[in-house]
């Protein structure tokens, strides 16, 4: 157990469903981050928050809106997906935003898009 | 062409070998890290280096700078060790990149 906790850990939904996943972290930390990882891809960084401000966006779709409303709670809402939005989202938390600061990862949520 | 290269892509080793994981990178970094991740997708963090090397148990990664260049050893490898392996680099320009992981096998 890392200290950061996703929900769900599955989820299949069409694609003009509505869903959200939940991150919760018990540790303490200011920064919280959603990545994608795909099949046979590197991981990618989607959105950084710190102290509860969005630092970083990376070219994301609109389809995917971050939502941080205390330092503990990370949201990911999703709506009108497409099938290559299929992969693992995965959370994570870090004491600061810094270079030097080690992130904890939530276990993923496996998203299918249909 | 990925500003992070691991090699080899996929290993596959008996237990109790010494193996060893590469990572090459493009960018000017701050730090480089080492991630383990295991079936079923959770990631965790081996290390954390900008210089020199460190050991924790039976694992050591070290890194060169000058030639942009970082490796994580395992010695005397168990079957549990079997996890996909990923070096990230988080650049000078804070921006974080990511290799796509080398896949380790230890066969019993």
């Known amino acids: 157990e890392t200290g950061v906790t996703q929900t769900p850990r599955h989820l299949v939904m069409g694609m003009t469903n509505k869903k959200s996943l939940k991150c919760e972290q018990h540790?303490?930390?200011?920064?919280m981050y959603w990545y994608k990882q795909s099949a046979k891809k590197p991981l990618e960084l989607m959105f950084v928050?710190?102290?509860?401000?969005?630092?970083e966006n990376n070219s994301v779709p609109s389809r995917f809106s971050p939502e941080c409303p205390n330092s503990s709670h990370l949201f990911l809402h999703l709506h009108t997906l497409q099938p290559e939005d299929s992969a693992l989202y995965l959370c994570?938390?870090?004491?600061?935003?810094?270079?030097?600061?080690?992130?904890?990862f939530g276990p993923g949520t496996r998203l299918t898009v249909l | 062409k990925n500003e992070v290269e691991q090699s080899p892509q996929n290993l596959t080793a008996q237990e109790g070998e010494f193996i060893t994981i590469n990572c090459s990178y493009s960018?000017?970094?701050?730090?480089l890290h080492w991630l383990q991740q295991h079936p079923g997708g959770g990631i965790v963090s081996l290390f954390m280096l900008s210089s020199g090397k460190k050991k924790h148990g039976r694992l050591i990664a070290t890194i060169n700078i000058q030639e942009k260049h970082s490796s994580l050893h395992i010695t005397a490898s168990h079957p549990r060790d079997s996890a996909v392996y990923i070096c990230?680099?988080?650049?000078?320009?804070?921006?974080?990149?990511f290799g796509t992981g080398t896949s380790l096998t230890v066969i019993p």
């Open positions: 540790l303490g930390h200011n920064a």
């Open positions: 928050y710190s102290l509860e401000e969005r630092v």
């Open positions: 960018v000017g970094i701050s730090a």
């Open positions: 994570a938390s870090s004491q600061g935003t810094g270079a030097n600061n080690e992130q904890f």
């Open positions: 990230a680099v988080r650049a000078t320009g804070n921006q974080f990149y």
